[in-house]
């Protein structure tokens, strides 16, 4: 572990940026914010005013502050998906090690070029699956890790993003074009895969997949009277105020100020007149190391994660469905008519305010960061690991675009480039 404090700079001060920076701030013990980069200046001063440090210097773009000398330990990138691979590889020149959003690149090519580079240059990256950090998924991973199942047979995993967020992210707003984004299944789904991944501790193989765009589209703007759930101007209403928080600071402006704004906002438009092409419904399946296989199942409609583990000696149920309906987070059925064990999971990070992001993920994410930078073994979310997560979510979408049984390691193979990365 490193013994001082740990200098830290962010580039990208929006949504995620300042997420991290509050939590960054709060422990001031152990970190100290030096820098941030926004070209928008509001966001670098809330970065700023968070710092409290005099020595604390403004940027107003990436390349501004990379082109300054080294002023950090670590540098987080958190600006939008296809603005990762430039400032990464320039950071890990400057010598700077990395805390990164997923999506980490938006190809396959660049997620693979900048782990060549990083390693060459002998650089932490350190990728933010923040789910992996949550007391939950730590307590689905020590059960399966237990043996308490028997030897795992398949997994069932499925994530509803939830209509509201779904349109609000991926009709309206960032990931609505994936060609100018990440597609959703990387954008959105790259955790789920992530988690499959680590749940079942071996290297994906193969996947094939479906999915398409079938509601979000210009051909059901009759069905608009049918769906006011999706009317723009509820971005008023209090508990929808936070969606809005994310794309617009609307502290100090009224209601006829915030419809002003969206008149003219991507978040303004109806859900059927969106230029979007990312998909709303995807399934893919997935065959791992020592034949165990998977599925997941990726819906605008549905609210949630939810898993079902099948091993030898038991099936285990979990997530969002058993909170809200079955009294606990996870249960354990030992087949044959045996045992039934009711699980709760207490959050080991409880938080006031962030304690809900991610389920606590973000949290427990920060809290575990000095000892991710700082040890000698691979953080649990180590470059190598997260790159495999990236490149199922990669292959997936390709399965899906191809209608093809993609092979991983042919996948991998002929997306490594013999060029070498950016210098
Ligand atoms: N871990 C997760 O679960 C999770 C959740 C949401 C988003 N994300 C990812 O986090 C990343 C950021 O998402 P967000 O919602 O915070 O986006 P955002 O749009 O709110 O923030 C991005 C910021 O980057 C800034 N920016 C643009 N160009 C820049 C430049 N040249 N130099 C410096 N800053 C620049 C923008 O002004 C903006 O403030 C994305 O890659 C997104 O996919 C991850």
């Known amino acids: ?12 001060c929006g949504n995620r940026g300042r997420v991290y920076m509050d939590l960054v701030a709060e422990q001031a013990d152990r970190f100290e914010i030096v820098a941030a980069a926004d070209p928008i200046p509001s966001r670098v001063s809330r970065i700023k005013s968070m710092a409290g440090g005099k020595s604390f210097k403004s940027f107003s773009s990436a390349d501004d502050l990379l082109d300054a000398p080294k002023l950090a330990d670590v540098l987080f990138v958190t600006t939008q998906d296809r603005y990762h691979y430039e400032p990464c590889i320039k950071a890990l020149h400057k010598g700077y090690d990395l805390v990164l959003e997923k999506p980490m690149c938006s190809s396959i090519e660049d997620i693979i070029k900048l782990e060549e580079v990083a390693t060459r240059l002998e650089r932490r990256v350190v990728v933010c699956h923040v789910l992996r950090y949550t007391s939950f998924y730590r307590k689905l991973f020590d059960i399966v890790q237990s043996g308490q199942l028997g030897t795992l047979i398949s997994v069932n995993a499925s994530e509803g993003i939830g209509p509201w967020h779904f349109a609000h992210s991926y009709v309206r707003g960032h990931w609505s074009v994936m060609e100018d984004s990440t597609p959703t299944i990387v954008a959105k789904c790259s955790h789920d895969m992530d988690i499959l991944h680590w749940l079942i501790g071996s290297r994906c193989k193969r996947i094939s997949s479906f999915g398409s765009l079938s509601f979000f589209k210009k051909e059901n703007a009759s069905l608009e009277a049918e769906y006011p759930m999706f009317a723009a101007r509820r971005y008023i209403e209090p508990n929808v105020r ?7 600071d609307y502290s100090g402006v009224s209601e006829e100020e915030i419809l002003t704004w969206l008149d003219d906002s991507p978040w303004g438009r109806s859900v059927f007149a969106c230029n979007n ?9 997935l065959e791992f190391e020592g034949e165990i296989t998977a599925t997941f199942t990726m819906n605008a ?12 000696k038991a099936r285990l149920r979990a997530g969002d469905f058993c909170s809200q309906h079955m009294d606990c987070d996870i249960v354990v059925s030992e087949h044959a008519g045996g045992k039934v064990r009711k699980i709760n999971v207490k959050d080991q990070n409880p938080h006031p305010k962030y304690g809900g992001y991610h389920n606590g993920g973000d949290v427990g994410f920060i809290k575990a960061l000095p000892k991710l930078l700082g040890s000698q073994t691979p953080p649990l979310t180590s470059l190598s690991t997260s790159m495999h997560s990236h490149l199922m979510a990669f292959a997936a979408e390709e399965a899906r675009r191809t209608k093809q049984v993609i092979e991983l390691s042919a996948y991998y193979q002929g997306h490594k480039s013999s060029e070498h990365a950016l210098d």
């Open 1 to 12: 572990m490193r013994q001082t404090r740990e200098r830290v700079a962010v580039i990208g």
């Open 242 to 248: 936070s969606w809005l928080a994310q794309v617009f």
């Open 277 to 285: 092409s990312a998909v709303d419904h995807q399934v893919v399946s």
């Open 301 to 312: 409609f549905d609210e949630g994660r939810n898993y079902e583990i099948t091993g030898t």
